[in-house]
């Protein structure tokens, strides 16, 4: 996010607005991205091509997608008019604009879970609130800066590899125990002819507590699956042109806006697939992760006492692992 586009989000109603005097924000926990390299994209998609060379600065990016917990903060915070409407899973169809919101709406059980059913704008919102509130320079990631930090120096498929049985282990994304629930909540429809099913059981349904899968080896959660991430860019139909730098690509007025990473809904994304959605699409699906602009190359993220969220999502991932743990396994039909 730009500098000015920060000033003129705070100043349509954010600056007024603040914690009390003896609170402070759930500062997300960051993971130091070192510079480098990155081939981008793949030529197997006409959206995805040509492949390119990207030069990555170094950056932070947020451990975890943000949360409900964290998002309910800001909201409390500013008083801020999130979207009372938000396409969620209905029938059947599947998918149905509906009453529904961030903090209520049919596929959000968790405090912990990623915050959804909202928009770009208002993920950003929050960014310049939690920019006002710390003074550091969060954003969104660029779509460049998201692909190098999801692939985590891998070049294959997955940044864990090829092997598509072992995606359950890093990502939450429609396996055998969404296709259970598929079938179980949504009129036994067959997700198989709609958006694959891998060849795996994470035994989560729908969408997840965050953290409750292993990390890249850059040590980012969820990167693949769980909900699909906004990102700084707009949507072009390929990457002719695409900035060479990490950069974004940006328009006076951005019809559509690039989000990665699939979600729990599709099978698991290849490492260089893209989405969009409207500017102004709010659905059930689609979350973010924060970024930070370095102040040094070599920063290190200093260590320091767990704060009070980390402790709390420790003990949500715990109670969701035991749950898990007495779910009996699906095996391939």
């Given at each position: 996010?730009?500098?000015?586009?920060?000033?003129?989000?705070?100043?349509?109603?954010?600056?007024?607005?603040?914690?009390?005097?003896?609170?402070?924000?759930?500062?997300?926990?960051?993971?130091?991205?070192?510079?480098?390299?990155l081939t981008m994209?793949?030529?197997?998609?006409a959206s995805t091509s040509p492949e390119h060379t990207v030069s990555i600065k170094a950056f932070k990016m947020g451990k975890y997608e943000v949360?409900?917990?964290?998002?309910?903060?800001?909201?409390?915070?500013?008083?801020?008019?999130?979207?009372?409407?938000?396409?969620?899973?209905?029938?059947?169809?599947?998918?149905?604009?509906?009453?529904?919101s961030w903090n209520a709406n049919t596929l959000s059980h968790s405090r912990f879970e990623p915050v959804t059913c909202i928009r770009t704008k208002d993920a950003e919102a929050y960014i310049a609130w939690m920019a006002k509130e710390t003074g550091k320079k969060y954003r969104l990631p660029t779509e460049a800066e998201w692909e190098y930090?999801?692939?985590?120096?891998?070049?294959?498929?997955?940044?864990?590899?090829?092997?598509?049985?072992?995606?359950?282990?890093?990502?939450?994304?429609a396996d055998r125990s969404a296709e259970a629930a598929f079938k179980r909540d949504y009129d036994g429809l067959d997700s198989k002819s709609h958006v694959g099913v891998a060849p795996c059981d994470d035994k989560s349904d729908y969408?997840?507590?965050?953290?409750?899968?292993?990390?890249?080896a850059f040590g980012l959660y969820d990167t693949l699956g769980n909900v699909a991430e906004f990102v700084q860019d707009c949507k072009k139909p390929n990457y002719t042109g695409a900035p060479a730098d990490g950069s974004a690509v940006v328009e006076a007025k951005c019809a559509q806006r690039v989000n990665r990473g699939g979600s729990w809904h599709w099978e698991g994304w290849a490492s260089y697939r893209r989405s969009e959605m409207p500017e102004d699409f709010v659905g059930s699906l689609e979350g973010f992760r924060v970024a930070l602009d370095m102040d040094g190359s070599a920063e290190a993220a200093a260590?320091?006492?767990?704060?009070?969220?980390?402790?709390e999502l420790a003990a949500e991932q715990q109670k969701e692992r035991e749950k898990r743990s007495k779910r009996a396994h699906i095996p391939e039909s």
């Open positions: 996010m730009s500098t000015k586009r920060l000033t003129f989000l705070i100043l349509m109603g954010l600056a007024g607005h603040t914690l009390a005097t003896n609170e402070k924000p759930f500062e997300p926990d960051m993971v130091s991205i070192k510079a480098g390299q994209g793949s030529d197997k998609w949360t409900v917990k964290e998002f309910a903060q800001f909201v409390k915070a500013t008083n801020y008019a999130a979207p009372r409407q938000c396409v969620q899973m209905a029938g059947n169809p599947w998918f149905a604009d509906m009453a529904g930090a999801h692939r985590a120096g891998s070049t294959r498929k997955y940044p864990f590899g090829n092997n598509e049985e072992l995606a359950c282990r890093y990502g939450n994304i969408a997840s507590i965050v953290g409750m899968y292993e990390p890249n260590k320091s006492a767990l704060s009070a969220f980390a402790i």
